[in-house]
């Protein structure tokens, strides 16, 4: 306890600390991040231009879009910064603002994402219904609603984090993941470890639980389509969504629900890699 101090800045140490590949990381990254947002962008363009697009189908997609730049370009500019620059450092204020953000972006795009296979499940299982349930009122709740609990959720670990000590300024990641400045605190954190599990295990595993509920009711009545080839094209494209959806749960999960004894520093960045830079990057295609 003796130990504590409310640093000012704190030292991000990046994905590796070897030279070469740190080199090979900033390559990948770039490419990822650059491919992701022009891909998002693109879609967003798309479906504002073209009238044929607005439906609420593509609505959710373009605000899911919107949802995966921003959750990017939250962590990753810096990264690339930092390693053109030579700097490592980022101030206190700018650490919790970027966990804000980041726990803001992450939280609502899972939630969109069981609005979208909400919306396929009836365009899909209800098809003469759906232009009346997806009313506009419907999908603007279903669209702002995870951006407010998102905010709500992300300003209560941001709030509670302000408050800690650190023993240490040197953050083993290439951002201020909340899991790696609870690490750091020499402070009591058991409220902010509950707070972990309490407010984004209900946002994972129920976003997760109805995107599988609405997918299982999608693949019976795909199965019965009699052509092949509509079947195929069908299965084709909720199967590729379901399969990021499937990467984006699963690396979330290991990173923040399994027992802290599994965790190691390079299996946790590699699984953020996965969710940060993958999974956006995949979304629009």
Same mark, same amino acid.
Request: net charge positive; hydrophobic share 45%; glycine share 2%.
């Given at each position: 306890m003796d130990n504590q101090t409310q640093v000012s800045e704190f030292i991000l140490l990046g &994905?590796?600390? $070897?030279?070469?590949?740190? $080199?090979?990381?900033?390559? #990948?990254? @770039?490419i990822l991040y650059l491919s992701g947002c022009l891909? +998002?962008? =693109?879609?967003? =363009?798309?479906?504002? &231009?073209?009238? %044929?697009? %607005?439906?609420? !189908?593509?609505?959710? =997609?373009? +605000? &899911?879009?919107?949802l995966d730049i921003c959750f990017t370009?939250?962590?990753?500019?810096? !990264? =690339?910064?930092n390693h053109l620059c030579g700097l490592t450092t980022i101030s206190f204020s700018a650490c919790l603002a970027q966990m804000y953000f980041f726990i803001t972006f992450g939280a609502a795009d899972s939630m969109l994402l069981s609005a979208i296979a909400y919306d396929r499940y009836l365009a899909i299982c209800s098809p003469l219904h759906y232009m009346t349930i !997806?009313?506009? #009122?419907?999908c603007t709740l279903l669209v702002v609603i995870p951006w407010i609990s998102a905010n709500l959720i992300s300003m209560v670990h941001t709030i509670l984090m302000s408050h800690l000590s650190f023993c240490t300024n040197r953050i083993p990641h290439f951002f201020c993941d909340i899991n790696a400045l609870i690490k750091l605190s020499c402070s009591d954190t058991q409220v902010n470890e509950m707070l972990v599990l309490v407010l984004g295990g209900p946002v994972v595993l129920i976003s997760f639980v109805c995107i599988m509920a609405s997918y299982t009711p999608i693949a019976v009545t795909v199965w019965k389509v009699p052509s092949v080839q509509g079947r195929w094209?069908?299965?084709?494209? @909720?199967?590729? %969504? &379901?399969c990021v959806v499937c990467l984006f749960y699963g690396t979330i999960i290991g990173v923040y629900f399994n027992p802290a004894s599994t965790h190691t520093t390079q299996r946790d960045m590699a699984a953020t890699v996965m969710y940060t830079m993958v999974t956006p990057m995949l979304n629009p295609f």
């Open positions: &994905l590796s600390q $070897q030279p070469l590949q740190r $080199q090979v990381f900033f390559s #990948l990254s @770039c891909g +998002n962008l =693109l879609t967003i =363009l798309a479906i504002i &231009l073209d009238p %044929h697009l %607005h439906s609420p !189908m593509y609505f959710f =997609l373009s +605000n &899911l879009s919107l370009s939250t962590t990753i500019p810096k !990264m =690339l910064v !997806m009313s506009v #009122l419907r094209k069908a299965f084709s494209t @909720c199967g590729s %969504h &379901l």
